[in-house]
């Protein structure tokens, strides 16, 4: 059974850096599937954040592209996300997930999520 | 950009009842629609995919159909564990950019 876990602070100071990550089990990153990540802000929607492919290939949020990066390292069978700039609508819980959009897969395996408050 | 929008942020229901959430994409998507469910605390839970393929192990009673822009999930029979926000998602590839609806919560009547 593929299993996800968000680790991190959980609070960031404004104009600081948001990182998590993401750690996998029971599946190795580096044998496909895209592994992304998806936030909700306190009392809204589902929002994506971005996606990145085993071979290191990015996606982002047209609306975030400047200020996010996702990562992977196969060899710990983690991937991150890394938020500069955090304001207080960046206050939100993170999940991270696997996908094979190409496949018509979206999101099947999600970690519990993560409540990150961005506050000074 | 597409837009998916789901035009109830809520709906009331009693358990045994039957309801249909909808989902209205800003252009023709074909059918590359899915629908979550999210209770607070928990994982998004994937329900149906592909527009109306229902995922292994989530009961009968819900069901998705629709293609091009307008989709629906429909809950019949309504349990007491059905109550939660339901969102359609929508993903294109070219490039490869995910987008949700809004949300629809369906609270008890």
Known sequence: ?120 | DIQMTQSASSLSASVGDTVTITCRASQNIGSELGWYQVKPGKAPKRLIYAASALVAGVPSRFSGSGSGTDFTLTISSLQPEDFATYYCLHHSLYPLVYTFGQGTKLETK
């Open chain 1, 1 to 120: 059974q593929v299993q996800l876990q968000e680790s991190g602070p959980r609070l960031v100071r404004p104009s600081e850096t948001l990182s998590l990550i993401c750690s996998v089990s029971g599946y190795a990153i580096s044998s496909g599937y895209y592994w992304g990540w998806v936030r909700q802000p306190p009392g809204k929607g589902l929002e994506w954040i971005g996606d990145i492919y085993y071979s290191g290939s990015t996606y982002y949020h047209p609306s975030l592209n400047s200020r996010v990066s996702i990562s992977a390292d196969t060899a710990k069978n983690q991937f991150s996300l890394t938020l500069k700039s955090a304001t207080a609508s960046d206050t939100a819980i993170y999940y991270c997930a696997r996908s094979q959009p190409y496949a018509g897969i979206q999101f099947d395996f999600w970690g519990q999520g993560i409540l990150v408050t961005v506050s000074s």
